[in-house]
């Protein structure tokens, strides 16, 4: 072991020749994210490959999740304390860009304590392709320092300022650029000139603090030092994305089933509301004392049951089976933070929702929610206990929200192959192949500028210049010749 700088979840070891082996590191912060990446990996060692999940103590992803049993408990080490106490700083920042900055030094922190456990390291350089997170960019290191396949995967919208590090195509004239909230479908001049402006924030975001950030890394752990960090980090094979059509949805966890339908079917006609902000929206970061009262009061005055605080008709429970409670035919509402995890789950089962988001994607989760028609987007900070009231009112009894919801949840069950299955063959194939550098676009490998054809442009611009120039001058010397035979023929 490695002395508690993670624990690694072994799904399997598998004598057979045919089996792989799979090195997963998902975002060590935030238990979403390791349920996520966890999904695939339980797919794949079910079908007998050898899966290792390397995450972070300091997140509660482990004694909460219903996979403990298959972990190697170790104890925290004080370099994961240390890093535990970076991410209050990163809790306390509300500036978008100080908010990505601090969280890429925290991710850039955790990753170099990994890259400099020889242990961890010895057991990575022996597996066939590395898995990572689309938010968290440490896998494209480790597939490079060992020149490994890699696979990245995406939980929410492309639209993120780790999109440039693969490339992805998002023009700004017409894709909604992170961080924007443009609801129209026509775009006035004026908001795609904001799109704009969102696109170069994100690009500056990538190129000045992700690539500093993970740079330092890079070169502190010698990897590859005749690349650049942008070469490094493009070390991707595929990119796997859970939207639009990734709607896996995890198992559940049954705990206290039956107090939960009893409340469940006491609701009557009016049913129940859930209300959810993950395991890392809370008390201390998100929600305040002010967004506690609020919507208290406003629970307190709905005819529907709520599934979330103690009084009245609302439910206090620390951990609940997210999944069956938005499955069950009682349940009329969800009100969460826009998680991609909770936000894919209402859709799954129909269930119309109302978003408020806190940081990161959930602002882009929120946005893609509410142009889609199945859900409102609000700020909990700002709003009173009566508009609150006025928007739960308008979601619940407008058909539209639901028939939505419904619609793109009859659309999912129709998918022909569970996503899971799917991204697994994904995977399975490109280590079978050993990387897919022949489908590796050529956008990867050209600069900004020819990616865009802006020095045809700027040549196109240079010649078109010039021949204007020319004949400008040609017209003004003719114009002047002839002006002046005509000066002469009048003298005479």
Known sequence: MMGGLRVFLLFAFLSSCMAAKFAMFPMPFGRSHFLFVSKLGLELSARGHEVKIYVGLSSRSFSESPLTQFFNDTKSSSKLTKHTSRGSKYEASTNPRIMLATLYDMQSSYCDEMLADSQLMEEVSHVDLVVGEFIYLCSALVADRFSLPHVLLSPGPLNLPMAFAVNLPSSPSYSSQFGNSVLNTQWSLFDRATNL???????????????????????????????????????????????????????PRSVYPNELEQFMQGSGDEGVILVSFGSVVGYNFGVDERILQVMAEAFSKLPQKVIWKLNDNVKLISWLPQNDILGHNKTRLFIAHAGINGLLESIYHGIPMICSPFFGDQFSNALMAQK????????????????????????????????????ISKSIKLLPRQPVKEAADWVEYTQAQGGLEFLRPRALDMSFYQLYNLDILLLVSSVLSVILYIAYIFLKVVVKRLFKSSKKQKTK
């Open 372 to 407: 889609s028609g199945f859900a409102e987007a609000i700020t909990l900070g700002t709003i009173s206990s009566q508009e609150l009231i006025d928007v739960i009112g308008k979601v619940i009894n407008t058909p539209r929200y639901r028939e939505t919801a419904r619609r």
């Open 197 to 251: 402006l969102y696109w170069a924030f994100a690009y500056f975001s990538y190129s000045h603090d992700l690539c500093a950030s993970f740079g330092h890394v890079k070169a502190k752990h010698n990897i590859k030092p005749e690349k650049s960090i942008q070469e490094t980090l493009s070390k991707v094979d595929m990119v796997i994305s859970q939207v639009p059509f990734g709607f896996g949805l995890e198992d």
